[in-house]
């Protein structure tokens, strides 16, 4: 069974801290990462996509992969209350995984 | 931007109806996806289609069908809803063709379901 495993959280940071948000992956096959913002009620929305090792940026958003330890994460700076919502990490190679998402909560 | 288009944002059907869900998405994408979604199960795939008249099973496809008669349209059909069946309902759709497509999934805003 290929699995994405992330911590349910929730996951809760200072208004202006940094979030971190990690993601294992079991499928060494996976090349492609993603992650993914949802909001209470409605659907995903993709934040950062990630396809070879390093880190990736955009704006307050950084991405992570090591495909050697199989571990991807996503940091937030500056976190701010409109960034708590659940986030997904995905990976996909001959499918798409998702893990079951964490909860963030970013107290003001 | 990509658009997926869900047809109904809430939907209320009783035990035993046929129900359709319908997606249409307007980026010429080959892949489309149905997903269920509920609490402390993540998501779950049902279906997807890599191609016109093309289907796979997913995870969960049980007591479901689909129809892809054209390319920018993916349907989910609950032959006979059951109350199991109340669920959000999510479709995406993404470039590429075939599997081990490296695209991300784009996702539409969701159907909820409830079968009383």
């Known amino acids: 069974q290929k699995e994405v495993e992330q911590n349910s959280g929730p996951l809760s940071v200072p208004e202006g801290a940094i979030a971190s948000l990690n993601c294992t992956y079991s499928d060494r096959g996976s090349q492609s990462f993603f992650w993914y913002r949802q909001y209470s009620g409605k659907s995903p929305e993709l934040i950062m996509s990630i396809y070879s090792n390093g880190d990736k940026e955009d704006g307050r958003f950084t991405a992570q992969l090591n495909k050697a330890s199989q571990y991807v994460s996503l940091l937030i700076r500056d976190s701010q209350p409109s960034d708590s919502a659940t986030y997904l990490c995905a990976g996909a190679g001959q499918n798409f995984v998702f893990g079951p998402g964490t909860r963030l909560s970013v107290l003001p | 931007d990509v658009k997926v288009t869900q047809s109904s944002r809430y939907l209320v059907k009783r035990t035993g109806e046929k129900v359709f869900l319908e997606c249409v998405q307007d980026?010429?994408?080959?892949?489309m996806f149905w997903y269920r979604q509920d609490p402390g199960l993540g998501l779950r795939l049902i279906y997807f289609?890599?191609?016109?008249?093309?289907?796979e099973k997913g995870d969960i496809p049980e007591g479901y069908s689909v129809s892809r008669e054209k390319k920018e349209r993916f349907s989910l059909i609950l032959e006979s809803a059951s109350t199991n069946q109340t669920s959000m309902y999510l479709c995406?759709?993404?470039?590429?063709?075939?599997?081990?497509?490296?695209?991300?999934?784009?996702f539409g805003n969701g159907t909820r379901l409830t079968v009383t």
């Open positions: 995406a759709s993404s470039p590429g063709s075939g599997t081990g497509s490296r695209t991300p999934l784009h």
């Open positions: 980026m010429d994408h080959e892949n």
């Open positions: 289609s890599y191609d016109v008249k093309m289907k």
